[in-house]
DNA sequence: GTAATACTTTACCGTTCGGTATGGTATTAC
DNA sequence: GTAATACCATACCGAACGGTAAAGTATTAC
């Protein structure tokens, strides 16, 4: 009995995310928060506990999505070198076509909140030990079809792709002119051999 | 006429960076400020404008000591490849070796502010440009000497182990592995050859 | 229809925020 | 010594913060 809810919880969740994801945890209020999602305060709280738990979610939907997103672009090319090649090439080209830089939600987190607070210092890394693994995956799925050596490390190359990939992300941030960019991932690249 | 500044300007500056370099602008009070700088509110105001230009200052004081420390590590060392293994290492080390994770306030600086203030961004990416060039002039360093091959492309290579340093400092904020960040700096050193 | 229930809305809570006006105090120039 | 000056410390400002109590409203079960 009793009434049940108006507003689409996945859609507020999702609106929350884009906020968390632009803004990061502390620039973002709870004004901001209630206006961009199309709900009151207490719905927050009673939806989803409080601002602390509204971002963790949040970030817990992005980290999912995107996790799926990059599996996806990775598996969907025959060829490993042109897949991650064509993965880099449209992150650097997203970046450089919006006029504005939101990153990665999983990146920004990192930095913001995880040296400060264990919970995003593991959910973070966690999602980057995902993405590891679903690189390696892929750098030994090339190995076996012979389009990558067979005396690749697949375990440190992953590894270090993903640390490049991470570098990347974050100095686009300060807008260096497309070269710069486009130069280091000739270099990372280039590894993949 | 009238009295003398009774504290050190450069020394209150001093522990402002720290705070900042700690905490991010956003999640640093006032408060926080005036109890680390061992001064009042209006002495803050006085002495260097508002919470903006006091971060400013600290970001400017904290890069330019950033830069002349890595052009020295670089330059110290006969074997260029030995000074980026020396300057990698000891960068993973100092992070596992404390408690906390501050990594690098002009990275933190990039992520927090440089897509919503350009003159952050400016200030963030002319670092990091300046950082590239000291890359450069190491590599060409080791061209000359013989000691890394002719054919080498040094700015685009040092642009990618930029990016890399970013990465690793950046993911070391969650805290992996150690494994993890010492695999991914081996590849990369690999790079100079 | 009715009573119970659970959501939405409004208004408000104490606290903390960045920033400043004010008044006391030490130092300077003369 | 004296007057002018500039710094220091306290107290305070309005605004915004995260969070919630209370009242109104729609929906449910019966």
Redesign the interface.
Known sequence: MGRNREFDEEQALDAAMQLFW???Y??TSLSDLTSRMGIQRPSIYSAFGGKKELFEAALRKYTMARASEIRTKLQNNPSVKQAFRTFFEDLVDEEYTEG????CFS??T???L???DEKF?IL??EH??YL?VIFQEAIERGMQSGELEQGT?A???S??L???????T??M????ERS?VD??V???LA?LK
Request: proline share 4%; glycine share 6%.
């Open positions: 632009e803004k990061g502390e620039a504005f830089s939101r990153g990146i920004n990192m930095v913001e995880a040296p400060h210092e973070t890394r980057q030990m590891s490390n375990k440190a190359l590894q270090a993903l640390v490049s990939l991470i570098g990347l974050v100095i941030k300060s807008r260096p710069f130069n280091s000739e270099v990372m590894l």
